[in-house]
């Protein structure tokens, strides 16, 4: 079945440093895939998302390319802040008479100032 | 357009009692979508409901259920309550369209319920 895999954190980095949190996903068909960002006790929120190969979904400093030939989705961001630290999780959705969704077990980002 | 809304956002209840949650979709979202997320097992599906029907279903025992209104207005009901449930509960609503594109979940802030 889909499903995702994103690495485990939790990734510890300073202040304007670069991000990268890896997602890489298995699924049939032409899924749509997304981050989501929560911050400590919220819900998730949408981050970005992309519906198509070489999509490029973007949102406050944050990229992310969907990469079919790699099934991959990496988040990146160029120079993070402390308000960033929260918990990021790669998600898919795929359609097969309904709508699925998948959830990554997320990844916690702590940003020292 | 507002979003997804919860209530309430915490509750106590001791082991045995039941409890039902609410969730009110975006105006217009047909799918709501319910997960149960701890620490331990992070982020896991229960159930999505759509135009009053489930739709599909997470593997949970029967103690969790849920419905929803011709609103879209959704709840759901865990019964004999275990220590085990405390957890923040998510709701999750879509327009849940086939064929329409892509189908995007928006979440609401959640119910935090503790089991004593």
């Known amino acids: 079945g889909d499903s995702v895999t994103q690495m485990e954190g939790p990734v510890t980095l300073s202040e304007e440093a670069f991000l990268t949190i890896n997602c890489t996903y298995t699924?049939?068909?032409?899924?749509?895939l997304f981050w989501y960002v929560q911050y400590p006790g919220e819900g998730l929120q949408l981050l970005l998302k992309?519906?198509?190969?070489?999509d490029k979904g973007s949102n406050k400093g944050f990229e992310a390319t969907y990469r079919k030939e790699t099934t991959s989705f990496h988040l990146e961001k160029g120079s993070v802040q402390v308000s960033d630290s929260a918990v990021y999780f790669c998600?898919?959705?795929?359609?097969?008479?309904?709508?699925?969704?998948?959830f990554g077990t997320g990844t916690r980002l702590k940003v020292l100032a | 357009k507002a979003g997804v809304t919860q209530t309430p956002r915490y509750l106590i209840k001791t082991r045995g009692q039941q409890v039902t949650l609410s969730c009110s979709p975006i105006s217009g979202h047909r799918s709501v979508s319910w997960y149960q997320q701890t620490p331990g097992q992070g982020l896991q599906f229960l159930f999505e409901y759509f135009s009053e029907t489930q739709r599909n279903k997470g593997n949970f025992p029967g103690r969790f259920s849920g419905r929803q209104f011709s609103n879209s207005r959704s709840e759901m009901n865990v019964s004999t309550l275990e220590l085990g449930d405390s957890a923040l509960y998510l709701c999750?609503?879509?327009?849940?369209?086939?064929?329409?594109?892509?189908?995007?979940?928006?979440f609401g802030p959640g119910t935090r319920l503790t089991v004593l």
């Open positions: 998600a898919l959705s795929n359609f097969s008479g309904t709508y699925k969704y998948i």
């Open positions: 992309a519906t198509k190969a070489d």
């Open positions: 699924a049939t068909g032409y899924p749509s």
């Open positions: 999750a609503s879509s327009p849940g369209l086939a064929g329409r594109g892509v189908d995007t979940q928006y």
